[in-house]
């Protein structure tokens, strides 16, 4: 990432979206009552889920998620990352949100909010993500 007049800002922008995301977080959790996990938010916005939390703001949040990014993109001049072809995001999707369902839960929720007020499932659910994403990128170096 470049920021004008930063030349390596890569720990800068690292540490800015770390904040900005506990500040999110903080502000979701004593604001709204709730916890900032995306997958349940995303559940709640397509009707796959019961929440306090009402269908208009899941989907400002949802929507919000990739604005935020673009934004980002379009302020720092940074090139807009490749994806990979459309199915293959909708196949990682599906198996991300499978994935989520079966872990009661997902990175942001259980990880950012869970793990900051010690809860031991979430605890146990970011050691798991974890382990399977060192893992995964172990065995994609071996492979390529």
Known sequence: MSLPGFP??????????GLLI??????????AGR?????GIAA???GLADSSMPRTGAWAFVIGLPLG???????????????????TLVIAGLIVGIGTRLGSGCTSGHGVCGMS?????????TATFMITG??????????F
């Open 44 to 46: 709640r916005a397509f």
């Open 117 to 125: 007020r010690l809860s031991q499932r979430s605890l146990v659910a």
């Open 35 to 39: 916890i900032a996990g995306v997958s």
């Open 8 to 17: 390596d800002a890569a720990p800068l922008a690292g540490l800015t979206g």
């Open 22 to 31: 506990g500040l999110a977080a903080a502000i979701m959790l004593l604001g």
């Open 69 to 87: 990014a673009l934004i980002v993109t379009r302020l720092t001049d940074t090139p807009a990352p490749s994806f990979a072809a459309p199915i």
């Open 134 to 143: 060192f893992a995964t990128v172990a065995l994609m170096n071996a492979a």
